[in-house]
Nanobody
Framework: QLQLVESGGGLVQPGGSLRLACAAS????????IGWFRQAPGKEREGVLC????????TYKDSVKGRFSISRDNAKNTVYLQMTSLKPEDTAVYSC????????????????WGQGTQVTVSS
């Protein structure tokens, strides 16, 4: 059974950092594109970054360029979203998703989702 579990969310002050983890079970992350999405209250879910099957990364959200990065630990079958210089507007529920084809910024392309983890940036 394919499963994704996010962790690492929490409350952080503006300018702080967090690292989110997306742990996979039931499949190898290297065989899937892994996207990170976020949804703030009252807003649509949006694509943030994606890790390709070959290990490259694509940034979909301009406002996170230079602040967020994505990485993968094959031994742990986990993809990480490193977030730095966090801003209040980064507050959202962050979710990871997997697709066996390729990265996409559109959430309806992905069939497999984690439960999400809350990130709150506030002083």
């Amino acid at each position: 059974q394919l499963q994704l579990v996010e962790s690492g969310g929490g409350l952080v002050q503006p300018g702080g950092s967090l690292r989110l983890a997306c742990a996979a079970s039931g499949f190898s992350l290297g065989s899937y594109a892994i996207g990170w999405f976020r949804q703030a209250p009252g807003k649509e879910r949006e694509g943030v970054l994606c890790m390709t099957k070959s290990g490259g990364s694509i940034t979909y959200k301009d406002s996170v360029k230079g602040r967020f990065s994505i990485s993968r630990d094959n031994a742990k079958n986990t993809v990480y979203l490193q977030m730095t210089s966090l801003k209040p507007e980064d507050t959202a529920v962050y979710s990871c998703a997997a697709d066996p084809r390729s990265c996409s910024r559109w959430f309806d392309r992905y069939n497999y989702w984690g439960q999400g983890t809350q990130v709150t940036v506030s002083s």
